[in-house]
């Protein structure tokens, strides 16, 4: 034991010798008690380090969003910032609670053949090859009123970029193999979501389905299985041609200068022909978000659900919600704030104030209550209305006591607001 200490104190001399090649003249004031090594606190500047320069704008660019609108209705949002990469997008006002006169599922199916081969490109290793020649990437995600796609790539590639955005949300070809390929991993997600141990996107999805029952934002977020074998091609360009139109759409973009992408978007957007043609759109739902409120139960068996030897424990996942209001309103902020406030999370969750410790969800609920294994607080807002939830996840035998536990929360009586927070 004696020599293992002694070759340790060697090595960490010879360590201390390595970083520090120079003494360093040590003030009495910062060292620690019973260590040669100095304790300077981290609003210091460290002894013997040049100062930094770092870089400073001249005042005159504030990143401020400028807003275009082309002749065909599209709207143009741009926000430059600094760097040598540019991320953007073609945000469309379309997702599934838009599909009240079509069968449920569309948008789920469009997410999934995003980016395929179009009128200018074979495949989508073709898109992929264009925009690895500019250091891109391209996503497309689908939510119950939006549709996104979107390419990060460098600030030169621009043109680039917005010609593929534009070949790929207005001339998709969608072979008949694309969409037996998206009816494949649409059934197989729909599995995947009955089978995963994370219950939250089902309870979404039930929460929804419960506050707005059949209209709206209460439609489907995913595809229902007996609808998959429904979706074909004439179905998806019946509701492209009404919904994928040039007034609903928004081209926003950051990073990049305001009238290149103006320049960009009327070269490849402004006078674009769709692959569905150009006749006037039919059938577009405009229904407002009608709140009703309820209850959706269901039964699952999770005992052969495990990603181990040890079983996953058997809980009952509840979510509470009441209305609360649209991002267009006053009251958005605040709400965003309460959702903040009540945080919460899992049992195991790991972390400091950072990580939602000191929410109220934590405090009054996780922290008092050993068998409540999750309470986590989630807000939704869309234009016309939304939903203040809270996910709470206990044994079977204490659900009763779990939903009481968290009405209040929600209820917001637990809250003790001052100015200082």
């Known amino acids: 034991v004696d020599k293992f200490l002694e070759s340790s104190r060697r090595l960490r001399r010879g360590f201390a010798t390595a970083l520090l090649p120079t003494p360093i003249r040590r003030n009495p004031a910062i060292i620690s008690s019973g260590s040669g090594y100095p ?5 210091t500047p460290l002894p013997g380090i040049p100062k930094p320069v770092f870089a400073s704008v ?44 079509y069968p449920s599922g569309i948008a789920q199916f469009l997410e999934k053949l995003a980016f395929s081969s ?54 998709p070809r969608l072979l008949d193999e694309e969409i037996e390929m998206t009816k494949m991993a649409v059934r197989f997600e729909l599995e ?4 995963r141990p994370d219950p939250e996107p089902l309870l979404t999805e039930m929460i929804h389905a419960a506050a707005y029952r059949g ?9 229902p299985a007996d609808n998959v074998d429904k979706l074909d091609k004439t179905v998806l360009h019946s509701y492209l041609r009404n919904y994928y139109r040039p007034e609903r759409m928004v081209l926003a973009g950051v990073g990049i200068e305001h009238e290149q992408l103006v320049d960009s978007a009327r070269k490849y957007l402004l006078d674009a022909k769709p692959v569905w043609g150009t006749s006037p759109a039919a059938n577009v739902d405009l229904s407002v978000a009608q709140y009703t409120g309820g209850i959706v139960k269901m039964e699952k068996d999770m005992s052969d ?6 079983p996953i424990p058997e809980l009952t996942h509840i979510m509470i919600g009441l209305e609360s209001c649209s991002f267009l309103e006053d009251d958005f902020i605040p709400f965003a704030v309460l959702n903040m406030m009540m945080g919460g999370g899992g049992s195991f969750s790991a972390g400091g104030p950072g990580k939602g ?45 779990a939903a009481s536990v968290c009405l209040p929360g929600v209820g917001c009586s637990t809250l003790v607001l001052t100015n200082s927070k």
């Open 39 to 43: 304790n300077i606190s981290l609003s």
């Open 357 to 401: 410790m000191f929410t109220r969800l934590y405090l009054n609920v996780l922290n008092r209550h050993h068998w409540m294994y999750n309470a986590t607080s989630y807000h939704h807002s869309y234009e016309d209305s939304g939903l203040l939830c809270i996910h709470a996840s206990a044994d079977p035998r204490q659900v009763g006591t």
């Open 118 to 171: 179009t009128a200018q490109y074979g495949s989508k290793d073709e898109i992929l090859l264009t925009l690895e020649k500019h250091g891109g990437i391209c996503d497309c995600q689908t939510s119950r009123d939006t549709t996104m796609y979107a390419v990060s790539a460098e600030v030169k590639g621009l043109d680039t970029v917005v010609s593929l955005l534009s070949d790929a949300v207005l001339q």
């Open 305 to 310: 659900v495990s990603l181990g030897p040890t």
């Open 58 to 101: 001249d005042g005159q660019e504030k990143y401020e969003t400028k807003i275009t609108t082309l002749e065909n209705g599209l709207k143009i949002a741009s926000q430059n910032k600094f760097g040598q990469f540019c991320t953007v997008g073609i945000l469309i006002n379309s997702g599934s609670r838009h599909e009240a006169k």
């Open 215 to 223: 209209n709206t934002v209460g439609l489907p977020r995913f595809c």
């Open 192 to 195: 995947d979501l009955n089978m």
